[in-house]
């Protein structure tokens, strides 16, 4: 009869945590793989807007940049605050910016695009 892992009695807790940390990386770079949503996050590098503002910027209706922030706050990228009724987003942190000017940097240099 096979054992479950459960009761094995060797599982290495690191290698799991481990495992589970490379599974949210992993998840975490899965949503830059939307132009859309790297086109929003650039257009924030800028400074906050709000998804009227964005939805301008973009050439989107403000339901398909709602769409799009809500992934992008589910998964800590952005950040919102509320004046009055208007809300505003911006990067969640300078990590995040990073990743996107480094990521952009990136592609400049190994394709040749020119700022």
């Known amino acids: 009869m096979k054992q479950s892992s459960a009761d094995c009695g ?6 799991e945590l ?17 132009v859309t949503r790297i086109r929003l996050l650039q257009s924030l590098l ?9 939805a301008e910027c973009l050439s ?3 339901s398909a940049v ?8 589910q998964n800590l990228l952005v950040k919102y605050r509320k004046e009055g009724k208007t809300v505003y ?9 990073t990743i ?14 020119v700022e």
């Open 46 to 54: 800028a400074g906050e807007k709000n998804v009227g503002e964005i």
């Open 66 to 73: 709602s769409h799009q922030l809500r992934v992008l706050r």
């Open 60 to 62: 989107m209706s403000q």
């Open 89 to 97: 987003y911006s990067l969640d942190d300078e990590h995040v910016q």
């Open 18 to 34: 481990e495992k589970d940390f490379i599974q949210d990386v992993a998840e975490f770079f899965k949503v830059f793989g939307d």
């Open 100 to 113: 996107i000017e480094q990521g952009m940097t990136h592609i400049r240099h190994k394709y040749g695009y």
């Open 10 to 15: 060797n599982i290495d807790m690191a290698n």
